[in-house]
């Protein structure tokens, strides 16, 4: 099956279920070097007047190197079946491995930017914005995600590009 580039308006996606329950993958770089890792936080919106969505990454993960030297990213989702493979992005580094020949997974490129032939949806992103988190502005309650002091990193991404499987 090959992707199929679809008007954001098409989009037929819960971002409560795909993001916070089947997960999804970011990735960032380029035909050359890219890492990919699986993001079960972020957010689809409004922002600027932009459709977008926003993931958040922490600087001890290898795909903020990608994140902080790319002006596009990918954030794709996946059918049920791919959850072991996800799992297996989210728990290991691209430094130490070949996450998508260990995981499974198929790399290819859209628009220059990488993603995987597994996935349902890719949207392809611009990088907008990115800040660093301030844990002073988090409750109490909230403090207790960084025990280890690795905060992380906002970014907001244009959604530019929508890619289905036909």
């Given at each position: 099956?090959?992707?199929?580039?679809?008007?954001?308006?098409?989009?037929?996606?819960?971002?409560?279920?795909?993001?916070?329950?089947?997960?999804?993958?970011?990735?960032?770089?380029?035909?050359?070097?890219?890492?990919?890792?699986t993001v079960?936080?972020?957010?689809?919106?409004?922002?600027?007047?932009?459709?977008?969505?926003?993931?958040?990454?922490?600087?001890?993960?290898?795909?903020?190197?990608?994140?902080?030297?790319?002006?596009?990213?990918?954030?794709?989702?996946?059918?049920e079946e791919?959850?072991?493979?996800?799992?297996?992005?989210?728990?290991?580094?691209g430094r130490?491995?070949?996450?998508?020949?260990?995981?499974?997974?198929?790399?290819?490129?859209?628009?220059?930017?990488?993603?995987?032939?597994?996935?349902?949806?890719?949207?392809?992103?611009?990088?907008?914005?990115?800040?660093?988190?301030?844990?002073?502005?988090?409750?109490?309650?909230?403090?207790?995600?960084?025990?280890?002091?690795?905060?992380?990193?906002?970014?907001?991404?244009?959604?530019?590009?929508?890619?289905?499987?036909?």
């Amino acid at each position: 099956m090959s992707f199929k580039e679809i008007a954001l308006s098409e989009l037929k996606l819960d971002p409560f279920d795909q993001i916070g329950s089947k997960w999804a993958l970011v990735a960032a770089g380029d035909e050359k070097s890219s890492n990919a890792m699986t993001v079960s936080w972020g957010f689809m919106g409004v922002m600027w007047g932009k459709n977008v969505f926003e993931t958040v990454i922490r600087k001890s993960r290898y795909t903020y190197e990608f994140m902080e030297k790319s002006e596009y990213f990918t954030v794709s989702f996946y059918p049920e079946e791919y959850k072991k493979a996800l799992s297996f992005f989210g728990s290991h580094s691209g430094r130490d491995c070949d996450k998508a020949k260990e995981g499974g997974l198929t790399p290819c490129m859209l628009d220059g930017v990488p993603a995987f032939e597994e996935a349902q949806t890719v949207l392809v992103c611009r990088k907008l914005y990115s800040q660093q988190m301030d844990i002073s502005l988090l409750s109490d309650s909230e403090k207790h995600w960084y025990g280890d002091g690795d905060m992380h990193k906002a970014y907001i991404g244009e959604i530019v590009k929508v890619y289905t499987k036909e």
